[in-house]
């Protein structure tokens, strides 16, 4: 018996057995993901054909919902505000948090109070980071415009209470968790092999010089993940505009994700709230189908040849 | 047989896979305990969602003890609400798991009840309430629960707009106290306002203003309309919005005069746009026109300074008008236990729960007339500090009977979309005034023929 046991599993393969293994492994997020993410974006799919409150019934309207979409001006100015905050928060983000990691990997006194000082935003997350940012941004006791004043600007934007400014407000805020991606930079920038730099020095590079020719290029492999996954994040875009200022003042901070969400569960539309999930979807996967095709022509991977 | 690493890795992903289906497979059902039937000892539960916060200990007492009492029968299961409750109070109607009954307010009863989500219990007031019962009722409450042609349910309890003043700033200030009789209207408003404003200014305090209002607010704005002759909308649940008439662009630019023009009243980003106790707790303001919790306000504001309150001024049309909330407590249209739901609908809207809990425990204002001479003194006595406050006020406005239930157009959803960013524009953003509302009020108008 023990016998017949033993050659059955000698006849599968070592690669096989690792396959069933490594399936097993991540059967709990497989099952998660088709049960809980695929199965919904089908069944998401699968509505925005339908006029649905799911309480009445369900009306086939074919594509309705998205030709009511494509003709909602709210639709357009969603769009607009989360591209405006997406495409602003995102390189200003890879800035401010490339920039701290370099200043983070020089030999500074207290480095590691600097980098939890640094990170620790990056933890508190959601509502709480809305709240507080609520009364950072208030244009007359709030910090930010306190600050602004000790530098001699005595009349401070009205952030969330002003259409030009409710968004920047918002960029500041998604700007004040950038230590996540610092604690990346800098794990890319302690990865550089220290021969490249001598081989520059020996070049006679400067400082500046060497950033440019070697630790940007040797960064973007980190650089590029960041955008991607960034740029995903910002388009989803919604605690801070439902909490702070339920999109308002006058729509200015109206993102698509709470647009869908009024849509849907203040509407009742949710045929037309899932049309616009999927709007919003592909519009995410154009712009990261765009990073993800340049990229071979900016992320440079090291043993790379250009042939 | 020997324990590789490769086994235990093996046997550990098997035991999460495992598990994991668990998760996902149907959840067993809830002991007699969780759901709406039979109690083990054969009574009937009734599901009942607070949204009382941390007075929830007042309903599980109350109706665990004094209505089991009388109500052998019937076992209530009081839940808290949770964050968001009104998105997943929804999917558990979706879902047929929701609760029996439910705390919500105007427009959440008009969605559902477009949607059939919600029982009407006129028949069960018609077989089970008396005449005197129901006139025990504020009509304003009573008519607003009248929802789409069925009633939404109970009253839980009232919340009015009066005006609630700092008494200390206004003696700091040396300006005189609006009138505890209402005797004041809306010249006299502006007036005290701006003396408070240029009396602060004087001394130097340039972060102070008279008063704070909401007008921005869609359940706020509209009363001062009506004070000055106009109206939102031409008739309940009406088709034509008349915030383009002379009498409504009056009343609206009244409050945007006394934010943007004068700035007596304070701009929403002077100080901050969402609840009255954070503007007058610092002294930002003296006066904030706003809704009335006797026993809250005093535990917020009454540490601070000696405050009080007041009617709101007249209308120049001689009209005084007020939001009368019609928060209430309705019954789920799948409830199984409808019959059994009722009987405590109609026990926490009666005088021995809502002389208890709604002013005992929750400290605001009872729905029952025949309990408003008793609430003052039962708040009196909870909170000793309200002796020197005017809660007669609260009697006399019911008593006069100026407070009223919102407006409703035919597709409020429609109104709502159009309106509100357009009343941020005009008071939070300020760029323009009001007659930017002519013509969004056309643009309502159409919304609601399509």
């Not at chain 1, 928060?89 to 983070?104: E, G, Y």
């Not at chain 2, 629960?145 to 069925?150: A, D, Q, S």
């Not at chain 2, 306000?297 to 001689?318: C, I, K």
């Amino acid at each position: 018996m023990a016998v017949t046991s033993k050659a059955s599993a000698s006849r599968m393969s070592i690669q096989a057995r690792d396959n069933i293994a490594g399936f097993l492994f991540i059967a709990p997020w497989l099952i998660h993901f088709v049960f809980l993410i695929a199965g919904a974006m089908v069944f998401s799919m699968g509505i925005s054909f339908f006029k649905t409150d799911f309480l009445t019934g369900f009306e086939f309207v074919g594509f309705g919902n998205w030709r009511d979409m494509f003709q909602d001006e709210l639709f357009w100015k969603a769009l607009r505000v989360t591209s405006y905050y997406t495409f602003v928060l995102v390189p200003a983000s890879v800035i401010l948090a490339l920039t701290i990691a370099v200043l983070m990997n020089q030999k500074v006194k207290a480095l590691g109070v600097w980098r939890t000082v640094y990170y620790l935003p990056s933890v508190v997350q959601g509502v709480a980071v809305a709240v507080l940012w609520g009364y950072v941004l208030n244009p007359r006791f709030g910090l930010l415009n306190q600050g602004l004043e000790l530098i001699g600007i005595d009349d401070g934007p009205r952030w969330l209470f002003s259409e030009d400014w409710a968004v920047p407000g918002f960029i500041l805020m998604g700007l004040w968790g950038a230590g996540g991606a610092m604690l990346l930079y800098l794990a890319g920038l302690q990865g550089i092999p220290t021969h490249l730099y001598e081989a520059a020095d020996l070049d006679g590079a400067g400082s500046v010089r060497k950033f440019f020719a070697v630790t940007i290029p040797m960064l973007t492999p980190t650089i590029y993940f960041n955008v991607l996954i960034s740029i995903i994040a910002s388009f989803q875009v919604f605690t801070q505009a439902l909490i702070l200022t339920a999109g308002g003042p006058n729509n200015a901070t109206l993102t698509l994700v709470l647009l869908l969400y009024r849509e849907g569960f203040q509407n009742f539309q949710f045929g037309y709230a899932s049309a616009i999930a999927w709007g919003l979807f592909c519009v995410t996967f154009i712009f990261a189908i765009l990073v993800v095709r340049t990229s071979s022509t900016w992320v440079h991977y090291e043993g790379e040849t250009n042939n | 047989m020997e324990l590789t690493r490769r086994h235990f890795l093996k046997a550990t992903g098997l035991v999460g896979a495992g598990l994991a289906l668990a998760a996902c497979a149907a959840p067993a059902p809830a002991g007699d305990e969780g759901d709406s039937g039979q109690a083990a000892d054969d009574a009937t539960v009734v599901r009942f969602m607070s949204r009382s916060g941390a007075n929830i200990g007042g309903y599980e007492d109350t109706l665990g003890n004094d209505f089991r009492e009388e109500f052998p029968n019937i076992q209530v299961q009081v839940e808290p609400a949770p964050e968001g409750w009104i998105d997943l109070l929804l999917t558990q109607m979706v879902a047929g798991t929701a609760p029996d009954i439910f705390q919500a307010w105007g427009n959440i009863f008009f969605n559902w009840t477009e949607r059939d989500l919600i029982l009407d219990v006129q028949p069960y007031v018609d077989g089970f309430m008396s005449v005197e019962d129901v006139a025990d009722f504020n009509e304003f409450q009573w008519t607003g629960l009248e929802i789409l042609g069925i009633r939404a349910g109970l009253p839980k309890y009232i919340n009015l707009m009066t005006v609630t003043v700092n008494k200390d700033l206004f003696a700091e200030l040396e300006v005189e106290l609006p009138p505890e009789d209402g005797d004041w209207n809306h010249d006299d408003y502006a007036a005290i306002a701006d003396q408070l404003t240029q009396a602060a200014r004087a001394q130097g305090n340039e972060d102070f203003w008279g008063a704070w209002y909401p007008a921005w607010n869609w359940d706020r704005f509209w009363y001062r309309v009506d004070m000055f002759g106009g109206s939102v909308v031409d008739e309940k649940y009406g088709l034509v919005c008349q915030l383009d008439t002379p009498e409504s662009q009056a009343g609206l630019q009244w409050s945007w005069d006394r934010m943007w023009a004068d700035n007596t009243f304070a701009q929403p980003g002077q100080v901050e746009n969402q609840w009255f106790h954070n503007v007058m707790n610092p002294g930002f303001v003296a006066m904030a026109e706003s809704g009335t919790y006797p026993g809250n306000t005093d535990r917020a504001l009454g540490e601070n300074f000696s405050w009080d309150m007041r009617h709101v001024p007249v209308g120049p049309t001689g009209i005084r008008k007020v939001l009368g909330t019609s928060d209430a407590w309705s019954i789920t249209k799948q409830s199984q236990v409808p019959d059994e739901a009722w009987e405590v609908l109609n026990y926490v809207a009666g005088p021995h729960f809502q002389r208890k809990v709604v002013v005992g425990v929750e400290g605001i204002i009872p729905v029952r007339k025949s309990l408003i001479a008793s609430f003052i003194d039962d708040m009196r006595a909870q909170r000793p500090s309200l002796a020197d406050v005017r809660l007669e006020t609260i009697a006399e406005i019911l008593d006069w009977g100026y407070a009223e239930d919102s407006f409703w157009f035919k597709n409020s959803n429609a109104a709502s979309e159009l309106l509100v960013p357009a009343l941020e524009k005009v008071y939070i953003v300020g760029d323009v005034g009001p007659e930017y509302l002519i013509d969004i009020a056309a643009e309502i108008t159409e919304a609601q023929q399509s």
